[in-house]
């Protein structure tokens, strides 16, 4: 573990970023050795300390990564963490912190089976609306945390998390799309919810995709196609949902014109790009 550029493996006890969870982070797919979409993971990294007003050097944070980058694995996890750095007791910032960056590897899950779909719960736990923290990578996490303590058993890969309003959200740990009569949808995230790395690549490069606000579970059973994503992972097709009474099944559409086979196509085509 890097912490500030140098090698060690632990950081100060009254760090803010242990105490309240003050900052944010990334987690990164490495492909052959190489940090996929790391541009865009940087860029929200620097926005998420923007919008909390926690001072980020970029500069010194890419010759971490330079002096990293001969340890990157073939196949792993690169995970940035920022911090605004040490803090007495209260809420209230110091006038000036030392930021903390940490930086660590990690392998990369065994994911062998999901690339034909998955199976997904819907979760109790519901998203708060705060739209002064909504799409940024923020440290407290623990809604998801929450939302994880009720998974159902091995055999599901990921929860579906709605608000307070009862609309959808995301996944614990990624974001959704839809199809619906050729158009593809993915929730607005204005209220809650983190902008993942891969859901904005993927609005990018699909023109037909586009966020949406306020769609109901109802809606979401009536899609043809759904499937989740995030940067890790890549693409998941949704094959079951269940709900507290139900189980919903689906089949993935992944012939041609199939938007779930567009975006496994497009993440095929990103990790050949890192060969």
Partial sequence: ??????????ITGNDR????????????RLH????????????????????????LNLEHLE??????????????ILKILVTRGRGGRGYRPPAEADTTRLLTLHPLPDYAGTEKGINVFVCNQRLAKQPSLAGIKHLNRLEQVMASLEWPGAEFHE?????????????????????????LFTPALDNCGV???MRNYLLEKIPEAEPIENCTLDRLLDAEEIFF???IFGIWPVLKIKTDTDMFSL???TNTSGFTRKAKDIFAHLLESAG
């Fill in 195 to 197: 902008e993942g790395v």
């Fill in 159 to 183: 929860g579906l998390m709605l608000d307070t309003s009862d609309f959808v959200v995301e996944g614990t740990r990624s974001n959704i799309f839809w199809g619906e009569k050729d158009r």
């Fill in 63 to 76: 010759q971490e990564l330079e002096q990293l980058t001969f340890e990157y694995p073939a196949q792993g």
């Fill in 17 to 28: 970023g242990l105490a309240y969870g003050d900052g944010v982070f990334e987690t990164i």
């Fill in 1 to 10: 573990m890097l912490v500030n550029g140098s090698d060690q493996d632990s």
């Fill in 251 to 253: 089949e993935p559409n």
């Fill in 229 to 231: 994503c995030n940067s």
């Fill in 32 to 55: 052959n050795n190489k940090p996929l979409l790391l541009g865009s993971h940087l860029n929200r990294l620097a926005l998420g300390a923007q919008r909390l007003q926690i001072s």
